[in-house]
């Protein structure tokens, strides 16, 4: 018979594994369950702490609805989907960055140098970059997908005053892989802490925001697909990113540009633009698949 | 400007800390981002694999209902629910085991010696047993709430043919710590596998039996609670316990009675109970406060 203890019990729940069993799913299992022990026994979890554990964790399920997966957040305020970012990038690519929630699948397609912001008011940001691969070469043709928040600091999807497209939209790389647009410059804001991650937010005395950035997911056929953000150098929780999203090769200064640069050609945005005007030049590495 | 990376991600999450933060949360986060983070990185684990836990994570919320507590299940066949129970029990009691999700509040008071099988028909059993304390002293007065499946290995929550209180009740230890009563012989059965539960099980090539067994709750003024489960020790799932439940000191033996036993004084079966008539002699040992 079997007694089961604290000291064997990682060892059994690992016996139990059917013979056929694949091989990935029983190592992902049995680090699993090697680190949820562990856990358990380095804090010598109460049950009073274990039956919160797990009452959180039917809220976070509670409170997940079709436009908001709080598993996601939790997975992101607790570094695991930045450490999976981490740990599957290529050091001679560009980093990838949370995809977040706010992504809008069939965002429209945007001509190279269209005015992204529409009519909305802002700092004016031009932006402009190239898509390469590791070894230097454009790559023509590229999808450069963008979005960002609007200037009350709300994604389109969270927002009524937004329709769904608001701030996103793909744009096709030149035969140069060169890629433009104008905008308005992205806002600091705070995840939603309403639900159990605000909790743990909360009780770690953490705040909820994030440095503000633009996303992008740049994609062509034959390379992985490169999902990212693109921060200020002066924003002040770039050192905080409540999802710790912020890597050194993704942050990049808004250079201020002398006024009266503006109309020039190629780009939709015409009329006057004033001295807070700046640009950012961020070119995206591809890996080949 | 920080950069996080895989390396530091840790430290950075345990630098999020607020300075007034409670020891103990920051001791138990900070255990969890190790673990969680380690995880991460000794399995490597891809995109695809991090959406893949985390819809079966938003699954076991959508499965979830006031019935059905699939995260419990999911601590439970992960080993975790055992463990806990493990590291909270002081040896020099008996061992606690898990509660499992069917057990009913509010069941009814029942005479020591009640027939708690009342029409159901199986191997009569006759359980016998004081509770005591750690030096051995009877407890009078204990409360013993126990409950069990249905021949058909079904928990009155889900059974539409057994009402709640079926195969439930409380007794009352008398002065010298003593309760008894008879009933039928429990049957091994299965954890719910419809489920996120269900698709583990199946993906690691395990089964979702747990050997049989009696619930207890022995509970008196002044000492812990303590929550159990008696297995009988010849049930084919022993060795293999899907949740993990099985402690040496709780498999007992059932040893078989003479027919004609039975009338017995002080209990409320009676006629001829034949020759498969086993008896359970089980002692529960509570800890002071």
Redesign the interface.
């Known amino acids: 018979?079997?007694?089961?203890?604290?000291e064997n019990?990682?060892e059994?729940?690992i016996g139990?594994?059917?013979?056929?069993?694949?091989p990935r799913?029983?190592?992902?299992?049995a680090?699993?369950?090697?680190?949820?022990?562990?856990?358990?026994?380095?804090?010598?979890?109460?049950?009073d702490?274990?039956r919160e554990s797990?009452e959180l964790?039917?809220w976070?399920?509670?409170i997940?609805t079709p436009e908001r997966?709080e598993?996601?957040l939790l997975?992101d305020v607790?570094?695991?989907?930045?450490?999976?970012?981490?740990?599957?990038s290529n050091p001679a690519a560009t980093s990838s960055s949370v995809l977040g929630p706010f992504h809008v699948t069939d965002a429209p397609p945007m001509a190279l140098g269209a005015d992204f912001k529409r009519h909305y008011e802002g700092e004016v940001i031009l932006v402009e970059g190239y898509i390469k691969d590791t070894d230097g070469n454009v790559i023509p043709g590229a999808s450069v997908d963008i979005w960002q928040t609007a200037p009350n600091g709300l994604y389109s999807s969270q927002d009524d005053e937004q329709d769904i497209n608001s701030f996103h939209g793909v744009f096709t790389a030149d035969e140069n892989g060169y890629y433009s647009f104008t905008t308005i410059r992205p806002v600091s804001y705070t995840v939603p802490s309403d639900g159990p991650v605000g909790k743990?937010l909360d009780?770690?005395?953490?705040h909820p925001w994030r440095p503000s950035h633009l996303h992008y997911i740049v994609s062509a056929e034959g390379y992985r697909s490169l999902v990212t953000e693109v921060f200020p150098?002066d924003d002040p929780y770039?050192?905080?990113?409540?999802v710790?999203?912020?890597?050194?090769d993704l942050?990049i200064s808004y250079k201020p540009q002398a006024a009266g640069t503006f109309p020039k050609e190629g780009f939709e945005l015409s009329g006057k633009v004033d001295s807070a005007f700046s640009k950012i030049d961020f070119d995206a590495i591809l890996i080949k698949k």
Chains 1, 2 share one sequence.
């Open positions: 018979m079997r007694s089961v203890t604290a019990i990682t059994t729940f139990y594994f059917g013979k056929d069993t694949d799913v029983k190592e992902i299992m680090s699993l369950a090697h680190h949820l022990h562990g856990f358990i026994k380095d804090t010598k979890l109460t049950h702490e274990w797990l964790l039917k976070t399920g509670e997940t997966n598993f996601v997975s607790l570094g695991v989907s930045s450490l999976v970012d981490m740990i599957n743990i009780a770690t005395g953490r150098n770039l050192d905080q990113d409540t710790f999203g912020v890597r050194e942050v």
